[in-house]
């Protein structure tokens, strides 16, 4: 009887259903009205001699970048996995969100250098152009943030979400700031006004660098750890050991699992049973999906390829190893 015996659940990239669809139309729809308010805001932002304009323009130019490859990544997202992808497309959407936050950054830094400029140089803005101008803007992005709001479920299409929403504060503090110039005649507003834009556009991009990064790196998801995924585990009634534990995520909404268990020395038609308990307990209290399980009687030795965390060299283990040498 071979001492190894290796199982596997698959979960494989979803047709494109109604919801796909829905996603397509609504991404269409938001390219299409924010590349009119580009065209619109640069124009007035020239016009007016607004340095908070001709930003929240960049900003939007980044969002229909953003938007482009969010429904890029939607497409791409729904084609099956073949013989060169074997995990299918499910990281599209994890690259799109990573690209949009990264140039979102860039983008906030250029806003806050020109600001910093424009406060040693001052230069006379034209409220009016401004507050007009912004009225359509917080109109327009409220809409499209409304309808991600709706399709939002992965981080692709949350960071595209986010660049709307916060396009939507930002436009609404460019009629206050236009209000306030018109009122007091402090031309300093409009590039202190660019510097708060310029710090919301960071705030909002940073988190979504930090969990596509993760997921490009192959971390571990958020939310879960290597030793509460383990003892859950060997929890179940004839698991001996886990070691050699992998986790990562797939996408932002997949992930995958890969182990040894040491189970007593049965045959295979009695360790299925052991599978299917694992696969449940995976499944339900840590939402992990595919998962590549091999069992075994016998230590697997370090020579063999089998990978120990840190942590469990160092004894930090609620079980011990049986016969292993790692």
Avoid at 262 to 268: G, R
Wanted: with cysteine; aromatic share 6%.
């Amino acid at each position: 009887m071979s001492p190894i015996y290796t199982a596997c659940m698959h979960v494989h990239a979803a047709p494109a259903g109604p919801g796909a669809n829905r996603t397509q139309s609504v991404l269409r729809i938001s390219l299409v009205v924010t590349l009119a308010y580009v065209v619109v805001t640069f124009v007035a932002g020239l016009r007016a001699h607004s340095l908070a304009l001709l930003s929240e323009a960049g900003h939007n130019v980044s969002d229909f970048l953003a938007l482009l490859l969010s429904f890029a990544a939607v497409y791409f997202q729904t084609r099956p996995a073949d013989n060169t992808r074997t995990f299918g497309y499910q990281r599209a959407g994890v690259l799109a969100a990573f690209i949009n936050a990264a140039t979102l950054i860039g983008l906030s830094l250029w806003i806050a250098l020109e600001a910093v400029h424009r406060l040693s140089t001052p230069v006379a803005v034209h409220p009016r152009i401004m507050m007009i101008t912004a009225a359509a803007g917080v109109l327009m992005n409220g809409v499209i943030a409304a309808l991600l709001w709706g399709v939002a479920r992965d981080v692709n299409l949350r960071s595209a979400f986010l660049h709307m929403a916060g396009d939507t504060l930002s436009t609404a503090a460019v009629i206050a700031g236009g209000a306030g110039i018109l009122l007091t005649g402090q031309n300093w507003i409009d590039p202190v006004l660019s510097l708060g834009i310029a710090a919301v556009i960071l705030w909002s991009s940073i988190s979504i660098v930090r969990e596509t990064l993760n997921i490009l790196l192959e971390g571990t998801p958020r939310g879960v750890t290597l030793p509460q995924i383990r003892s859950a585990m060997e929890a179940v009634e004839g698991v001996i050991d886990v070691h050699d534990l992998h986790i990562w995520s797939l996408g932002s909404q997949s992930r995958a699992l890969a182990c040894h268990v040491t189970i007593a020395d049965i045959p295979p038609s009695e360790s299925a049973c052991i599978l299917v308990k694992i696969n449940h307990v995976l499944h339900d209290h840590f939402h992990i999906s595919h998962t590549t399980i091999q069992f075994e009687h016998i230590g697997c030795g370090a020579l063999e390829g089998c990978v120990v965390p840190i942590e469990e060299m160092a004894g930090d283990r609620p079980h011990a190893h049986h016969g292993h040498s790692h």
